[in-house]
T-cell receptor
């Protein structure tokens, strides 16, 4: 099955700086890579996703890059704000599978 | 307006008891899921139903039994609760069959077994 590794496990950044979270996956058949944000006491919420036919996707201050050859993908948050503080999860899924395999999560703290 | 709702939000019970968690979605989605999030925040799929049919059944003790009376509801029943069952359980739903679309998560049910 798919195995997703996520780094770092914790990340502290100064407000206004950028944050980068990196994930690697094991199954070359994976072609869907979402990122979820989980705020304290809430369920995860999709913030951006990318499919294997695209190398990069951007949505305002959030961007995701995908390198299928190296089997890794990254989340970039620019101009971080206090409300970006949360746990972020990457995930991967092969096209012939019904399930998402999640990374272990990154706790991001934005210092004011 | 709640998209995916779960009841109860908190559940405290003793070892050996049987308990149920209920989930409902009003998004018209065909697929629903149960996830377990442990104390280290790790999210693991447990079950998935598509149009009331079980399509994912991970390595979960058979004390856990999902039931889907209709495609808007997916309940989780747990028999003979153990200390290790303590976790947050999330229900989710998605429109696209499989994992190729956004999953909408409920607020979670924090289960504490004493």
């Amino acid at each position: 099955g798919e195995n997703v590794e996520q780094h770092p496990s914790t990340l502290s950044v100064q407000e206004g700086d950028s944050a980068v979270i990196k994930c690697t996956y094991s199954d070359s058949a994976s072609n869907y890579f979402p990122w979820y944000k989980q705020e304290l006491g809430k369920g995860p919420q999709l913030i951006i996703d990318i499919r294997s036919n695209v190398g990069e996707k951007k949505d305002q201050r959030i961007a995701v890059t995908l390198n299928k050859t190296a089997k890794h993908f990254s989340l970039h948050i620019t101009e971080t704000q206090p409300e970006d503080s949360a746990v972020y999860f990457c995930a991967a899924s092969p096209s012939n599978d019904y399930k998402l395999s999640f990374g272990a999560g990154t706790t991001v703290t934005v210092r004011a | 307006d709640t998209a995916v709702s779960q009841t109860p939000k908190y559940l405290v019970t003793q070892m050996g008891n049987d308990k149920s968690i209920k989930c409902e979605q009003n998004l018209g989605h065909d697929t629903m899921y149960w996830y377990k999030q442990d104390s280290k925040k790790f999210l693991k799929i447990m079950f998935s139903y598509n149009n009331k049919e079980l399509i994912i059944n991970e390595t979960v003790p058979n004390r856990f039994s999902p039931k889907s009376p209709d495609k808007a509801h997916l309940n989780l029943h747990i028999n003979s609760l153990e200390l290790g069952d303590s976790a947050v359980y999330f229900c989710a739903s998605s429109q696209v069959t499989g994992a190729l679309g956004e999953q909408y998560f409920g607020p979670g049910t924090r289960l504490t077994v004493t």
